[in-house]
């Protein structure tokens, strides 16, 4: 279901959370890059286009410290997601209370699985001792409300991990015209998405604004790149807003801005006038980035 | 088998599954794959172009016993009348101007069986403002000094919807598959190639500037997203 608020950003609701998210989340591995006082002029940035999620990590440098004092200001507007990359009990609950003890607050509201990579990670999460009895535990007692999992791996692998984990209520993972485009035989990141909207679990998206691989480090040094992310990010407005549009359009839940902080304001602008995209246009950019590693041969037609 | 969404798209509202199907000009068999995703029962894909005939052929190859590749020209497309369920002119029309336009529709309608269904893909006439049109432009400049025909000729749904109609086919629906239509840096440089292709016939004379403006302009389009692609869907009243 989707709504817009007075705030003047879309809502639509996380799955069996039943939170009503805006279609634009903050990553806030953003503030990783910013001093304190720029952070908190950040969330507030944030704040003020009616984002109501938020998404942290305890690996994101010191973002969990920098968005603490403006998440404790303004707790009650903020649906909060954390996660964690270890994958068994005691490991889990260790971060838990770490990120709980950084970033001030008595619970999140959506504990995730960070990462996922492989399929012995899934069968360890899910075994006795595994991180999902930790984070059932912290349900039980009050310290987290939600379970999910984020992962960029094989699409198939996270399909396990939904006919596996009865109470996961989100996933995050990447949406863009370069992975709907893939057509390889395999399970691909859409049929991800069907999956997870047929089980009513919520959906957040992630490389929505990746263009593509830095150059080689011997083209481009690593010190010279002009963005954070570990990938090239388109990085004009209209560019930003295209891609915002198309994630969107694909019926996730949310869409997550990309990393570098210089690029949120403009991922803002396009959640707050996001109006659809047609069809047509989401052929034609998924048209625009096939092709480039398409077995077919170079070809006059679409 | 990589089947692109224009295709995937043109097809989803088509009987396709078990039906005999054709793909007049088969290209690299982009249609072809997708009737045969899309589980058709046999597919002839008809081109008269050697390099298309064994790229098509090496692309379906694994599904010898569903796929032929014929190696023919449409305008005498070597199947009997009324053959074919379905029938596709996937980014066809294009390439031929109207005399084989013609030629080819009255064939395609011969070969088509009474109620088959006909899914005609292809660009709608370029925008004046678009970069492309000057790639396109001295395409059919060396094509028409080299062969004396357009290499290229965009023609709007409505007018081949005139067209295949007086040929006996009821219109059924009009889908934009492609809007903007992305002429990537490969179609750029693919329509460049097929320009300084036909200059290479020409003498040292006309060859020489010709070659120079088309390196000039694919240069100078680069890439560029503009026009509209659309698919008719059609059925034989028979």
Known sequence: ?302 | MDVPETVATALDDRPVEGAVCLEAGAGVGNATAGLLAADADRVYAVTDDPDHARETRQRVGGDADRAAVIRADLRATPLPDDSVEVVTAHALCNVLDPAALSAVAAELTRVAAPGAHLVVDDYEPLPDAAAVRDLFAVENAASELAESRAALTFYPAAMLRRLFAGFGWAFDRRRTLLNPVPWTERHVEAHADAAREAAAELDAPLRKPLTAEIDRVADAVGSESAGEMYSLAFWLDG
Not at chain 1, 222 to 251: L, T
Request: glycine share 8%; with cysteine; hydrophobic share 35%.
């Open chain 1, 1 to 302: 279901m989707a709504t817009v608020p007075e705030s003047g950003m879309e809502t639509r609701t996380l799955g069996t959370t039943g939170h009503d998210s805006t279609i634009t989340t903050f990553g806030a591995i953003a503030l990783n890059w910013l001093e304190q006082e720029g952070a908190n002029q950040m969330v507030e940035h944030v704040l003020d286009h009616g984002v109501n999620h938020f998404d942290v990590a305890p690996t994101y440098g010191d973002a969990e410290l920098k968005l603490g004092p403006k998440l404790r200001q303004h707790r009650e507007d903020i649906f909060l997601g954390c996660k964690t990359q270890e994958r068994d009990y005691e490991g889990a609950k260790r971060k838990l209370h770490r990120s709980l003890d950084r970033l001030g607050v008595e619970k999140i509201d959506l504990y995730q699985v960070h990462g996922l990579e492989y399929e012995e990670e899934l069968d360890e999460i899910t075994a006795d001792g595994g991180a999902l009895e930790a984070f059932r535990e912290a349900r039980a007692d009050g310290l987290i409300d939600h379970i999910g999992l984020t992962s960029h791996a094989d699409p198939g692998l996270i399909i396990d991990a939904v006919d596996e984990i009865d109470d996961l209520e989100t996933l995050m993972f990447p949406m863009n015209p370069v992975v709907v485009g893939q057509d390889d035989g395999e399970d691909g990141y859409e049929d991800v998405l069907d999956r997870a909207t047929e089980a009513d679990i919520g959906t957040l998206g992630i490389k929505a604004f990746a263009d593509g691989p830095w150059p080689p480090t011997d083209e481009l040094a690593e010190s010279d790149r002009p963005f954070c992310n570990w990938y090239e990010p388109v990085h004009r407005p209209d560019e930003i807003r295209e891609r915002f549009d198309f994630a969107a359009s694909q019926g996730l839940t949310s869409v997550v801005n990309p990393g570098d902080p210089k690029l949120v304001s403009m991922v803002l602008d396009a959640a707050r006038r996001y109006d659809g995209m047609d069809e047509a246009t989401q052929r034609s950019l998924v048209e625009q980035h096939r092709g480039a590693d398409s077995p077919v041969p170079q070809q006059l037609h679409h």
